[in-house]
């Protein structure tokens, strides 16, 4: 079973019909809205404008967690991989800093 607002916040992003970019074949072409170049529906993502698990936080509780995973289609942005992926590593950038300065508070003689 499928979460119907993210595939909603895709459909938001459609912008006309035109040739994919990979391929040159007729298709629907969606806007990322992080880089704002043109892609196929299928190389989209549905991404939660805020996350699931904050970098700054951490897991808080299951019922922030399920609030943040099942949000309606304006808690999407439809961005293409490649914004997908930077988005992705800074956020697991923080995390490995936030895990990395509070293991050195805990034992500051291992710096």
């Not at 298709?27 to 699931?52: M, N």
């Not at 508070?105 to 291992?110: A, I, R």
Request: aromatic residues 8%; hydrophobic residues 30%; positive net charge.
């Amino acid at each position: 079973m499928r979460w119907k607002p993210r595939h909603d916040a895709i459909k938001r992003a459609f912008v006309r019909n035109g040739p994919n970019p990979k391929t040159g074949r007729p298709c629907k072409l969606h806007k990322c809205e992080c880089c704002g170049e043109l892609f196929a529906q299928g190389d989209l993502r549905a991404d939660h404008r805020q996350p699931v698990v904050d970098p700054n936080v951490g897991f808080v509780s299951w019922d922030v967690f399920i609030d943040r995973m099942f949000c309606e289609a304006d808690g999407y942005d439809a961005i293409c991989e490649t914004c997908h992926a930077k988005k992705t590593a800074q956020e697991n950038e923080i995390r490995r800093q936030i895990k990395s300065d509070a293991k050195q508070s805990t034992n500051p003689d291992q710096a």
